[in-house]
């Protein structure tokens, strides 16, 4: 039931650079994008979400680019700290506003 | 903190038996859904209340049930269990439904089934 593949499934990064994690979807129905970030003992928190009537969202230092025709979206981590190292996850909502539906995850390791 | 209560943190049992987990949603919360994390699945959703009625269901196995009370306090309940329910099993509530409510998770259940 994958409706949502996100990759890489881990990502190391050096401080100061720049994160990339990609999610594709399938269902066109889908209609809300929010990315959730988790730390080691916590539940998801929202990061951020994108609607695809936009291109780009953009808050701090993360920022989601959205490709409608294509069907994927991606995650953006400017200028990466030790901090951000945690694991992420897209997702996707239809119209319905049933549950969200999850990629996979990316652990994301950010070193000093 | 999200304001999301979830009890116990860690729940150890064997096969076979059965075993209750329960949530509180943040304060004004109407609607709650319940999601299992596991390393090679991820996060996968299994249920979802709303105002004490059932509006979704995911990847929810026969031996898994839930309900939300009038207070909209939600139990979730396992039984007859396997090795293969050992994840971490988290709720999450929302205002209401649609794109305009987000999502707030709590921090688990942690269950181990030996």
């Known amino acids: 039931q994958q409706q949502v593949k996100q990759s890489p499934q881990s990502l190391i990064v050096q401080k100061g650079g720049i994160s990339i994690i990609n999610c594709a979807y399938e269902n066109t129905a889908f209609d809300y994008f929010p990315w959730y970030q988790q730390f080691p003992g916590k539940g998801p928190a929202l990061l951020i979400a994108?609607?695809?009537?936009?291109s780009e969202k953009k808050e701090g230092r993360f920022t989601i680019s959205f490709n409608k025709s294509a069907k994927q979206f991606s995650l953006h981590i400017m200028d990466s700290q030790p901090g951000d190292s945690a694991t992420y996850f897209c997702a996707a909502r239809n119209q319905a506003g049933t549950a969200l539906i999850f990629g996979k995850g990316t652990t994301l390791s950010v070193s000093s | 903190d999200s304001g999301v209560t979830q009890t116990p943190k860690h729940l150890i049992t064997a096969t076979g038996q059965r075993v209750t987990l329960r949530c509180s949603p943040r304060s004004g919360d109407l609607s709650v859904y319940w999601y299992q994390q596991s390393l090679d699945q991820g996060l996968q959703f299994l249920i979802q209340y709303y105002n004490g009625e059932e509006r979704a269901k995911g990847n929810i196995l026969e031996r898994f049930s839930a309900q939300q009370f009038p207070d909209l306090h939600s139990e979730l309940n396992l039984s007859s269990l396997e090795l293969g329910d050992s994840a971490l099993y988290f709720c999450a509530s929302s205002v209401a439904e649609g794109m305009g409510s987000p999502l707030h998770f709590g921090n688990g259940t942690r269950l181990t089934v030996t």
């Open positions: 994108i609607r695809p009537d936009v």
